[in-house]
């Protein structure tokens, strides 16, 4: 069997008096399209700002494409693309000068830049706006040249932070498609974090439910779906999967759960201030 | 992976000009304050004069506030780091494949580009409300005007990799601009004052003599007096030595820290 495309091993993050990430252990094949599923401030984000070595873990260890993320971290960075949360973009630049600088950056020769920055365009339909400030962009229109960004270079691994957040149904449906194609015609592994049940339905091989940082469950949509299967419920959604390990929780622990959620996004908050 | 990486040096070069070239009020911001400093300063102390040299206010003064210019605009640089993370793009910076030293490097190679450019720019604005540019030997001719702009260019350079390289270490040690102003009225200020680009540091108390001599913009504007108008305290040499082990020290702590940060 092939070595994995990325292992954790008792992955814990702690942000001074929260714990982000709570002993995660998982492990993804190659060309798996895996889902990370939870609720805002579940945890989803923080994992993949360790993976893909921008924050280090407080204790445990993790390779992605066989790289250690604390020794070998250049090595990782090579084999990645990430689509983050946050915008993540130069406003004084432009969409083309935004896209040409990661090019660049990857050490892509010019051919093969101006070459993938006009493909990258065009499947996010923004071929007639790459003149313009990214200042100027709408939400919709940065997020989809974010995505187009994360794909340029070919990474071997896909990082995909909530990539549908904010966009529109047809959009969404657009990015789905790709999302699904570059991993299936070019074998790129994607981690994808969504709370969007639908998304991760349609698009994942495997889905980690991951709540207050620990996963709850991880296996195929079909196998969770099975799982809570009963009487009352013949034909369960991913949905009802979700809120089966989650939702009484949510419930019963509002005040919890709430402050939880609330701790993450002060914290983020007063981070960006 | 290389840890030199000349291509994406030169990619953040070229996104620092395209920056500087669409914000130009930053540009015309920056050039006010040392710019009136120069202008007021000038006219205000004209009559000035020291025990230790003979030369006259404005000509003291100018490589002074050329080294001004310097050392805020490269620290503001260096410290604009906080900007790209609060806007996030320091995030796709950190996550491609380049080292930590070659981003620090194309952010000097950026940063020095402009604040250079801004000295330039005051000392053509000295020229004109009547600086005497003596050159390197102090005596206006064309083989000291020629060698003495050369090597301030150099200094220009030495100067701007130390204060990039001090602004880049201060942001990697904060959170957020909120330390910006105490940065800026306790370090900066300070090694402005100490720097002998105002007054002889000969006038200072012995005291804190010994700080101006730790300060690497003390052997900057003694360097750019010698190259602009041929009249030095120590050695142009000696100041060139200094600032080039001031600029290594720096360099290395500054990669160090970057190398260290945390990008959330």
Same mark, same amino acid.
């Given at each position: 069997?092939?070595?994995?495309?990325?292992?954790?091993?008792?992955?814990?993050?702690?942000?001074?008096?929260?714990?982000?990430?709570?002993?995660?252990?998982?492990?993804?094949?190659?060309?798996?399209?895996?889902?990370?599923?939870?609720?805002?401030?579940?945890?989803?984000?923080?994992?993949?700002?360790?993976?893909?070595?921008?924050?280090?873990?407080?204790?445990?260890?993790?390779?992605?494409?066989?790289?250690?993320?604390?020794?070998?971290?250049?090595?990782?960075?090579?084999?990645?693309?990430?689509?983050?949360?946050?915008?993540?973009?130069?406003?004084?630049?432009?969409?083309?000068?935004?896209?040409?600088?990661?090019?660049?950056?990857?050490? %892509?020769?010019? #051919?093969?830049?101006?070459?993938?920055?006009?493909? $990258? &365009?065009? *499947?996010? !339909?923004?071929?007639?706006?790459? @003149?313009?400030?990214?200042?100027?962009?709408?939400?919709?229109?940065?997020?989809? %040249?974010?995505? #187009?960004?994360?794909?340029?270079?070919?990474?071997? $691994? &896909?990082? *995909?932070? !909530?990539?549908?957040?904010?966009? @529109?149904?047809?959009?969404?449906?657009?990015?789905?498609?790709?999302?699904?194609?570059?991993?299936?015609?070019?074998?790129?592994?994607?981690?994808?974090?969504?709370?969007?049940?639908? !998304?991760?339905?349609?698009?994942? @091989?495997?889905?980690?439910?991951?709540?207050?940082?620990?996963?709850?469950?991880?296996?195929?949509?079909?196998?969770?779906?099975?799982?809570?299967?009963?009487?009352?419920?013949?034909?369960?959604?991913?949905?009802?999967?979700?809120?089966?390990?989650?939702?009484?929780?949510?419930?019963?622990?509002?005040?919890?759960?709430?402050?939880?959620?609330?701790?993450?996004?002060?914290?983020?908050?007063?981070?960006?201030? | 992976?290389?840890?030199?990486?000349?291509?994406?040096?030169?990619?953040?070069?070229?996104?620092?000009?395209?920056?500087?070239?669409?914000?130009?009020?930053?540009?015309?911001?920056?050039?006010?304050?040392?710019?009136?400093?120069?202008?007021?300063?000038?006219?205000?102390?004209?009559?000035?004069?020291?025990?230790?040299?003979?030369?006259?206010?404005?000509?003291?003064?100018?490589?002074?506030?050329?080294?001004?210019?310097?050392?805020?605009?490269?620290?503001?640089?260096?410290?604009?780091?906080?900007?790209?993370?609060?806007?996030?793009?320091?995030?796709?910076?950190?996550?491609?494949?380049?080292?930590?030293?070659?981003?620090?490097?194309?952010?000097?190679?950026?940063?020095?580009?402009?604040?250079?450019?801004?000295?330039?720019?005051?000392?053509?604005?000295?020229?004109?409300?009547?600086?005497?540019?003596?050159?390197?030997?102090?005596?206006?001719?064309?083989?000291?005007?020629?060698?003495?702009?050369?090597?301030?260019?150099?200094?220009?350079?030495?100067?701007?990799?130390?204060?990039?390289?001090?602004?880049?270490?201060?942001?990697?040690?904060?959170?957020?601009?909120?330390?910006?102003?105490?940065?800026?009225?306790?370090?900066?200020?300070?090694?402005?004052?100490?720097?002998?680009?105002?007054?002889?540091?000969?006038?200072?108390?012995?005291?804190?003599?010994?700080?101006?001599?730790?300060?690497?913009?003390?052997?900057?504007?003694?360097?750019?007096?010698?190259?602009?108008?041929?009249?030095?305290?120590?050695?142009?040499?000696?100041?060139?030595?200094?600032?080039?082990?001031?600029?290594?020290?720096?360099?290395?702590?500054?990669?160090?820290?970057?190398?260290?940060?945390?990008?959330?």
């Amino acid at each position: 069997m092939e070595a994995p495309a990325i292992v954790t091993h008792d992955l814990v993050r702690r942000f001074d008096d929260l714990t982000a990430v709570d002993h995660v252990s998982l492990k993804i094949q190659k060309g798996e399209l895996f889902g990370l599923l939870g609720p805002n401030g579940a945890g989803k984000t923080t994992i993949v700002k360790i993976l893909t070595t921008l924050i280090k873990p407080t204790a445990g260890s993790a390779t992605v494409w066989g790289y250690d993320i604390l020794k070998d971290q250049d090595m990782i960075r090579a084999h990645i693309g990430v689509v983050f949360q946050d915008p993540s973009v130069d406003n004084k630049l432009t969409g083309r000068e935004n896209l040409d600088f990661h090019a660049r950056m990857y050490g %892509l020769d010019r #051919a093969t830049r101006e070459r993938r920055v006009e493909e $990258v &365009l065009k *499947l996010v !339909e923004l071929s007639d706006k790459a @003149d313009i400030l990214l200042g100027k962009y709408s939400g919709g229109m940065q997020r989809r %040249l974010e995505i #187009a960004r994360g794909l340029m270079h070919h990474p071997n $691994v &896909l990082f *995909l932070d !909530e990539p549908t957040l904010g966009l @529109d149904a047809q959009t969404r449906r657009h990015i789905w498609s790709y999302i699904k194609e570059m991993n299936e015609s070019e074998h790129v592994t994607i981690i994808l974090t969504t709370h969007y049940m639908e !998304e991760a339905d349609f698009l994942c @091989d495997r889905v980690a439910i991951i709540d207050h940082g620990r996963i709850i469950v991880c296996d195929h949509p079909g196998v969770l779906k099975s799982m809570v299967r009963s009487e009352e419920l013949p034909d369960p959604s991913l949905e009802d999967v979700f809120l089966h390990f989650t939702g009484r929780e949510i419930r019963d622990e509002e005040g919890n759960e709430g402050q939880h959620a609330r701790k993450i996004m002060r914290h983020w908050r007063m981070k960006r201030r | 992976m290389n840890l030199i990486n000349p291509q994406a040096i030169y990619t953040l070069w070229l996104r620092e000009m395209l920056r500087f070239l669409r914000m130009k009020s930053r540009v015309i911001g920056a050039l006010g304050m040392p710019f009136f400093f120069l202008a007021f300063l000038s006219v205000g102390f004209r009559n000035t004069s020291f025990s230790t040299t003979s030369i006259d206010y404005t000509s003291f003064l100018t490589p002074g506030i050329i080294g001004m210019t310097l050392l805020f605009s490269s620290t503001f640089t260096g410290i604009s780091v906080l900007w790209d993370k609060e806007f996030g793009f320091l995030k796709e910076i950190m996550v491609t494949p380049v080292s930590r030293i070659s981003i620090l490097l194309g952010r000097i190679a950026g940063g020095a580009t402009t604040a250079i450019m801004e000295a330039l720019i005051i000392l053509f604005a000295a020229v004109v409300i009547g600086f005497n540019l003596r050159g390197i030997y102090g005596d206006s001719s064309v083989k000291g005007m020629v060698s003495g702009v050369i090597l301030a260019f150099i200094l220009m350079v030495l100067i701007a990799t130390t204060f990039i390289s001090l602004g880049v270490s201060f942001a990697s040690l904060m959170e957020d601009m909120e330390g910006y102003s105490l940065v800026m009225n306790f370090v900066i200020f300070p090694l402005f004052f100490l720097s002998g680009a105002l007054f002889p540091i000969d006038n200072l108390p012995s005291s804190v003599r010994f700080l101006a001599f730790l300060d690497p913009l003390t052997y900057g504007v003694d360097g750019l007096r010698g190259c602009l108008i041929g009249e030095s305290e120590l050695s142009i040499f000696i100041d060139l030595l200094a600032l080039i082990v001031s600029s290594l020290i720096m360099l290395a702590f500054g990669s160090y820290l970057f190398k260290h940060t945390e990008v959330d």
